[in-house]
């Protein structure tokens, strides 16, 4: 049951880094179609070192249109279930970064990704090391956000709900990537049933499915709903717990359209 739409300011990305004064055209129409904003900038951490007065005018700007937003948070190299513990505190600190500016903006939810590595990391240690990690940071978390803990190069739903039911906290659930999901072994409609109450949030996007690139920019294509193998309209219906849902794609008018087709009231 999806309870709102949201547009990733992924989406605008070519548009600022082109022309630093463009805003891109998510915001307007989000405006236009009653829908949220996912802010996605922060994603690239240097833009809460160095270019933070210009990220943050952009997300002002984009402000002004709707105050209905979430928060992704960086994700580049971060792993917090990393076998050296050097590098879970360069996550916790990033995560500590991020949490008074979803705060500033109003976010509702922030999502963090998991960070698990096939090649590096096996079920027994990713779950209980992740648990500890995700259990430390709550303590940091501000009052009204909830965490969404999104699949990315996780190849099967019980890691991530292996994680929830650990960490085992209401301001903690699950984000489905259905794009990144569609790229592994396991069926996107067990993802949704593995992931049961703990989901709260949807990535939406299509792709062609998996190939030998797996999940990589070769595979993940982050195309608009109706642009790939999966039935997107008959996934989201299929889900009965209330989620949030973002447009994921740079294809963002195409996917905007998609929905008024599919979900007009």
């Not at 590595?117 to 940091?140: A, C, G, T």
Request: hydrophobic share 40%.
């Amino acid at each position: 049951m999806i309870t709102k739409f949201y547009i990733s300011t992924s989406a605008d990305f070519s548009y600022s880094y082109e022309n630093p004064d463009d805003i891109g055209p998510s915001a307007p129409l989000a405006k236009e179609n009653g829908m949220g904003l996912e802010l996605a900038e922060y994603c690239i951490t240097w833009n809460i070192d160095d270019n933070f007065e210009i990220t943050d005018r952009l997300i002002r700007e984009r402000l002004s249109y709707t105050d209905d937003v979430l928060f992704h948070a960086p994700y580049n190299e971060l792993c917090p279930a990393a076998i050296d513990p050097m590098i879970r505190e360069v996550a916790k600190k990033r995560y500590l970064q991020i949490f008074p500016l979803a705060e500033k903006y109003g976010a509702k939810k922030i999502v963090v990704h998991s960070g698990f590595d096939p090649m590096l990391y096996r079920h027994e240690w990713f779950v209980p090391e992740s648990v500890k990690f995700w259990k430390d940071i709550l303590q940091y978390l501000p009052e009204g956000i909830i965490l969404t803990l999104e699949n990315v190069m996780d190849p099967y739903p019980e890691l991530l709900k292996d994680v929830a039911t650990g960490v085992n906290d209401p301001r903690f659930k699950l984000c489905l990537d259905i794009g990144h999901a569609n790229l592994m072994p396991v069926p996107v409609s067990e993802w949704i049933r593995v992931f049961g109450d703990d989901l709260s949030h949807l990535h939406v996007h299509n792709n062609e499915g998996p190939n030998h690139s797996g999940i990589s920019a070769a595979g993940d294509l982050h195309h608009a709903p109706g642009d790939g193998i999966m039935d997107v309209k008959a996934i989201l219906d299929s889900i009965k717990v209330p989620v949030t849902a973002t447009l994921e794609t740079q294809h963002i008018k195409e996917a905007v359209d998609w929905v008024r087709n599919n979900y007009a009231d």
